[in-house]
């Protein structure tokens, strides 16, 4: 029996699901299964599912499309592990990733835990430059497993695992957007404590456009809304930021515009701080200059994603029946 199961969603990602194998192969220590969960591909990966069925205990399922969530679940019950892992499509996992999390999780068991992503050496310039703004203080405030936080740390999808008991105990994902901190909100709800464990973290790809970047961060400023709604008091003030540094760079763009040029200042010493960091952090003056880039499309697309749900779903009172909504999408 292994130890562990895990379960990542697919839908139209073969070359993805290929290097994350690969990188499951690599593993100091197999006392794991992996279940891939096919949403209804229209470009299915069974056969490269079957490339690996001789180095992992590898299991694919095809299934017809009813989001991430559902398909999670679906890997959930079909999973023979004491103690579920979830990455995402576009992870690729470092060589002693499952070796750190027994040696952690046997030091300091935790029914839940997560950990923070990074960018590997070959990711392209961009990907780089992403990873920087979804993981810096400046941007986000560390709050995906960084050093420094401005808020209690919440194991995201790419990167997370909790145990059959909480399973059995919370249920599976809910079919939303934002559903990992759904699970984790729930999960801690329901008295078990989650851990972070900084050292088991994952080369997570994301987005290879900062277009496709800035819809999906614009969704996620769109769910804090929902997950508003759910939880009350879910809402820190960390979260708020990126709406706060939206309007606060519209006022100042305004003024510059039609009373003193200097009211830009803060702007561009707030640039010149994320490019300094990035340069740090990268070590290259191309990647942190579009790094600094990155970092004011994931502020402005979140940010106006959190403004625009708080107008339709709050403001004006449309997101009163959300958990109806959430139900309606087959969610648990």
Request: aromatic share 12%; glycine share 6%; proline share 3%.
């Amino acid at each position: 029996m292994p130890q562990f199961s895990v379960i990542v969603p697919v839908y139209n990602r073969r070359d993805e699901v290929d290097d994350l194998l690969k990188s499951l192969v690599a593993q100091t220590l197999h006392n794991f299964e992996v279940l891939i969960v096919e949403d209804g591909s229209t470009d299915p990966c069974g056969d490269i599912v079957e490339r690996y069925a001789d180095r992992l205990d590898a299991h694919y399922f095809f299934k017809s499309n009813e989001g991430r969530s559902i398909a999670r679940n679906h890997g959930i019950d079909n999973a023979a592990g004491d103690y579920f892992i979830f990455f995402d499509s576009d992870c690729v996992i470092p060589p002693d990733y499952f070796a750190t999390l027994t040696r952690a999780l046997d030091e300091h068991y935790t029914p839940c835990f997560g950990g923070p992503d990074a960018a590997a050496d070959d990711f392209t310039d961009v990907q780089k430059a992403i990873n920087f703004a979804m993981t810096s203080l400046l941007t986000t405030g560390g709050i995906r497993g960084g050093k420094v936080q401005m808020e209690r740390f919440v194991p995201r999808s790419f990167n997370m695992g909790y145990s059959r008991e909480v399973w059995q105990t919370v249920g599976g994902f809910r079919e939303m957007f934002s559903e990992d901190i759904d699970m984790s909100t729930r999960i801690r709800q329901a008295g078990f404590d989650i851990q972070l464990i900084r050292q088991a973290y994952v080369y997570h790809k994301r987005r290879v456009s900062l277009r496709k970047f800035a819809r999906q961060t614009h969704v996620f400023g769109m769910s804090r809304i929902t997950l508003k709604l759910l939880y009350p008091d879910s809402l820190k003030l960390v979260h708020t930021l990126p709406a706060v540094f939206v309007v606060g760079c519209v006022t100042l763009v305004v003024l510059a515009l039609f009373w003193r040029w200097w009211a830009i200042l803060p702007i561009a010493v707030y640039a010149l701080m994320l490019w300094i960091a990035a340069l740090v952090k990268t070590r290259s003056l191309k990647i942190s200059l579009m790094a600094v880039v990155a970092s004011f499309v994931q502020l402005f697309s979140y940010g106006t994603g959190f403004l625009r749900a708080w107008v339709w779903k709050i403001l004006l009172g449309h997101g009163r029946d959300i958990e109806q909504e959430i139900q309606m999408r087959k969610g648990k």
